[in-house]
């Protein structure tokens, strides 16, 4: 791995990294605004940060938050992962995969008293194959519809992260004229969508993702 990654609360996230966290989003993102993209942050618990293991330039980042929803009668946590980015130059390394893992298996070693769900908010589809590539189980997917308490669990998280922007139809968060969005060229599936059944049901499942709507996922 060329790149280090480590866990950092979001209070101790200097003004410094913040410029540059900010800067990584708008290389890669439209519409984006320095105000929400504070709020947004503020609102997080914790931050993975990657930085080249050559220069300790940080060059990527995950916000995180740990959620608390009623289903049915029943509290579930759930691991929600914010904003996310990392410098197209260092595109495929492993390392962000690899601290969120160990990050939210310690979660999952802190609290066994209930399941941990990871709650992922997706507006492209790289974000999307982020679930089956290191995922067996998770929804939405293409191969089975999902059951009624994931859903339970989705609409819950929805509402949680949304309030009325959240569809539960379509279980996708629908984008405002606030919102940003993945620029063209990252966003677009291109040939992809005939290449891969994971890409193809994301975009057939968020037609909007091109404005900024995001398909809710989960897995535990």
Not at 57 to 79: I, M, N
């Amino acid at each position: 791995m060329r790149l280090h990654g480590s866990i950092l609360p979001i209070e101790q996230v200097c003004r410094e990294d913040r410029d540059t966290m900010y800067a990584l989003m708008a290389a890669c993102y439209a519409n984006i605004r320095r105000t929400a993209f504070e709020a947004d942050l503020d609102a997080k618990h914790w931050l993975v940060q990657l930085r080249s293991r050559a220069t300790g330039e940080l060059v990527g980042f995950s916000t995180q938050v740990l959620l608390q929803v009623d289903v049915l009668s029943t509290t579930v946590d759930a691991l929600y992962s914010g904003d996310t980015v990392v410098d197209r130059c260092h595109w495929g390394d492993p390392a962000l995969a690899h601290v969120w893992g160990n990050f939210a298996l310690d979660l999952i070693n802190r609290n066994t008293s209930r399941p941990l769900y990871w709650f992922l908010t997706s507006k492209g589809f790289r974000t999307y194959r982020f679930l089956p590539l290191f995922f067996c189980e998770f929804y939405p997917r293409a191969d089975m519809p999902t059951p009624s308490w994931d859903r339970a669990v989705l609409d819950a998280l929805g509402v949680r992260v949304a309030s009325t922007r959240f569809d539960r139809a379509s279980q996708i968060i629908r984008a405002d004229g606030a919102k940003d969005f993945l620029k063209a060229e990252i966003g677009a599936p291109q040939s992809r969508m005939t290449k891969d059944r994971h890409v193809r049901f994301f975009v057939e499942s968020n037609p909007g993702h091109a404005r900024g709507d995001e398909l809710c996922c989960s897995r535990h």
